[in-house]
């Protein structure tokens, strides 16, 4: 079973700050998909990266896949309260999701 | 089209009743995932069919638990003498398949289920 660890679980900060979360594995992925999750909502996919050492970028998100294809990062410029959200990332075929980074941008 | 639909959205059930949900996908996706979610967790893959062909089944799923795509368009999830540990979100997710791995998936809104 190819597992994914996310950190940080949680992450508190103000409207404005920067920020990085990252998605880990012992395994190598052909693939990562991020998804952001809402309250009360199913999960809402934003970026799939498939080669090693590729950075996409989605406005203010920048999404990095490693260049060994075992981890990937995801930078938030100007965070906006509009970012907060449950931020996943998940291999291929969607079989495996990581726990996830919560993440709350205070007004 | 509206998207992936599921129902219920709440559900509550007394411990050792049997619960049915139902996923609905968008039309002409061919995957259907079926993943339990608690507070705060990613989503943990339940099982996934391929048309009406169910094509993997999580290890951590139960006999108490079985889904069905009888005819390749909505699912249901059935869960059997219901426990306090199934409390849970239930969520469906549907997407194009064939040999794309990488293919976006769709999520619904979920079901709720709380066992008293």
């Known amino acids: 079973t190819q597992l994914l660890e996310q950190s940080p679980q949680f992450l508190s900060i103000q409207e404005g700050e920067n920020l990085t979360v990252y998605c880990n594995s012992s395994s190598v992925f052909s693939s990562l998909q991020w998804y952001r999750q809402e309250p009360g909502e199913g999960p809402v996919l934003l970026v799939t990266v498939v080669t090693g050492g590729e950075v996409k970028k989605l406005k203010r998100l920048t999404f990095q896949f490693g260049d060994a294809r075992k981890d990937s990062s995801l930078h938030i410029t100007a965070a906006q309260p509009g970012d907060t959200g449950l931020y996943l990332c998940a291999g291929p075929r969607q079989l495996t999701f990581g726990s996830g980074t919560q993440l709350t941008v205070l007004p | 089209d509206t998207g992936v639909s599921q129902n219920p959205r709440h559900k509550i059930t007394k411990r050792g009743q049997n619960v049915t949900f139902r996923c609905d996908p968008i039309?002409?996706?061919?995957?259907l995932y079926w993943y339990r979610q608690t507070l705060g967790q990613g989503p943990e893959f339940l099982t996934y069919?391929?048309?009406?062909?169910?094509?993997?089944k999580s290890r951590l799923l139960s006999d108490r638990f079985s889904a069905e795509r009888p005819k390749g368009s909505f699912s249901t999830l059935e869960i059997q003498r219901t426990e306090q540990g199934d409390s849970a979100m239930y969520l469906c997710?549907?997407?194009?398949?064939?040999?794309?791995?990488?293919?976006?998936?769709?999520f619904g809104q979920g079901t709720r289920l709380t066992v008293v």
């Open positions: 039309s002409e996706h061919n995957r």
């Open positions: 069919f391929q048309n009406e062909a169910q094509l993997e």
């Open positions: 997710a549907s997407s194009l398949g064939g040999d794309r791995l990488n293919t976006e998936a769709f």
